[in-house]
């Protein structure tokens, strides 16, 4: 059975004009940076909001810092500059320095070293750098990650707490290049 040429050629016709008809989606931004917390903040919450699942959420933040200490990823610090395994691992076990005040008289200073281990359990945030394309006609919203950052909760020296990206791992080549 032979094939008309002029049917292949409508079929392709048609084919071409449905695929152009149909909206490209659309950037919407380049580059967006937010925080999801991935345990839940309140137990009387849904267990869906604001939460992975306990051994999804620890299989995630192992992974990321055990890739991070064993150097299988190219990793970032805060400012983009590159660490390696050894940096990471100083992170993750900061040594701070305080200056303190005696409470008794004669009321002088005092230097002390604390130390500051942040284990997996503290990672309660992941930090995502994202590009976001719309397609206008499903109102789909696709997003690409470009980074990710493990942010662990952190007490500073009067007692406040701080939400602290610990460092970024890129998953685009462009980065973290296409930051400076």
Known sequence: ?????????????????????????????????????????SPDY??????????????LVRNLIEKALKGELPVHDYFNNPLDPRQVGYILHDTMLYRLQRQEQPYEFYDTLVVHHIFEADVLRIRFLEEWYYEPGSMQITKKVLGIAPVARRFDSQGIERWQPLYWIYTDKRYPAALK
């Open 1 to 41: 059975m032979k094939t008309n040429p002029v049917y292949l050629l409508f079929l392709l016709a048609v084919t071409l004009v449905f695929v152009s008809c149909r909206e490209q989606p659309q950037l919407i931004t380049e580059r967006i940076q937010y925080d999801v917390t991935i345990k839940s903040p």
């Open 46 to 59: 849904d267990w869906w909001i604001q939460n992975l699942e306990g051994p999804a959420r620890e299989k």
